[in-house]
């Protein structure tokens, strides 16, 4: 019984391991302040996170970093 409730636990669980390109398209239609913001974001609660997270956060920044190149943002914040 515990192994069924197991098994229905991680199916109904989704998988969110994001791509680079996936954040891409998800940041794609913030202005470079919104960019700027999300960064912020992420800088405050990076050190207060586990390994995991900590990867998906540094996806993340460079997802925004090449969108900050493509549309040409004059500020430099990493």
């Keep these: ?9 991680c199916l109904a669980m989704p998988v969110t391991a ?6 891409k ?3 794609k239609h913030l202005p470079c ?3 700027q913001g999300v960064v ?4 405050t609660k990076y050190n ?3 390994d995991s997270k900590k990867k998906e956060y ?3 920044v460079k ?13 430099s914040f990493n």
Excluded at 18 to 23: F, H, K, M
Excluded at 63 to 75: G, M, P, S, V
């Design 40 to 43: 912020t974001d992420i800088e």
């Design 33 to 35: 302040t919104g960019l």
């Design 58 to 60: 540094r996806k993340k």
């Design 63 to 75: 997802a925004i970093n090449q969108l900050r190149r493509d549309k040409k943002c004059h500020r």
């Design 18 to 23: 994001s791509s680079v390109q996936s954040y």
């Design 48 to 50: 207060h996170v586990n």
């Design 1 to 9: 019984m515990r192994l069924f409730i197991i098994l229905i636990a």
């Design 25 to 27: 398209m998800k940041f």
